[in-house]
């Protein structure tokens, strides 16, 4: 089946604009997470949603970032006034909350702020 | 909320040899702490998982351990393979809610 898919693949903006990321979960999965992963680093937790649950946003970096999700499909992440420290790729992960919660991750999305 | 460490950032063996990547959690709540790797260029992929009732498990080549009351638990790669170079993330938390480790980047020379 399709797996977990984001939009653009990769993104180059100028500091000061905003950027909309996209994932598109696995169908059926409750659960989607944001990371962030700057060049040669770890994963860096941004948020996580859970089904209808308020969003777990303790790791956004500053009010620049922010989050939605659509009930249990789509969600974008949105960068106000991008600063050149954004750069990096942009994980998505969903997993189910049904057995097991493996998390399957997109292909992510290379931002570039120049 | 969880907080997990990851040592060591880097690692080298030489292909043949064993290699031990150890993690250690914050909240004694965490029931799951799976390990993923990433390839370059790639997101990361689970290659096996462990769940608090549970002390180790092995599949093939690769065996993780958990300690729950040391709140620690280690990935052992044996007979590695230059093919098993790659970055490695511990995760733990509870059900869904889940807290990933800074990463190792293990090189496996031929």
């Known amino acids: 089946g399709a797996g977990v898919s984001q939009s653009p693949s990769n993104k180059v903006t100028e500091k000061g604009k905003d950027v909309e990321l996209r994932c598109d979960p696995i169908?059926?999965?409750?659960?989607l997470y944001w990371y962030r992963q700057r060049l040669g680093q770890g994963l860096e937790f941004l948020i996580y949603f859970q089904g209808n649950s308020a969003p777990d946003k303790s790791g956004l970096p500053s009010d620049r970032f922010s989050a939605e999700r659509t009930g249990e499909s789509v969600s974008t992440l949105t960068i106000q006034r991008t600063q050149q420290e954004d750069s990096a790729v942009y994980l998505c992960a969903s997993s189910s909350d049904r057995g097991s919660y493996e998390q399957y991750f997109g292909p992510g999305t290379r931002l570039t702020v120049t | 909320g969880e907080n997990v460490e990851q040592h060591p950032s880097t690692l080298s063996v030489q292909e043949g040899d064993s290699a031990v990547i150890k993690c250690t959690y914050s909240?004694?709540?965490?029931?799951?702490f799976p390990w993923y790797k990433q390839e370059l260029g790639k997101g990361p992929q689970l290659i096996i998982d462990?769940?608090?009732?549970?002390g180790e498990k092995k599949d093939q080549r690769i065996a993780v351990t958990l300690n729950k009351t040391a709140k620690h638990f280690s990935l052992h790669i044996t007979e590695t393979q230059p093919e098993d170079s790659a970055v490695y993330f511990c995760a733990a938390g509870y059900n869904n809610d889940m807290r990933f480790g800074a990463g190792t980047r293990l090189t496996v020379k031929p």
């Open positions: 169908s059926g999965h409750t659960a």
């Open positions: 909240d004694s709540a965490s029931n799951y």
């Open positions: 462990i769940r608090s009732n549970v």
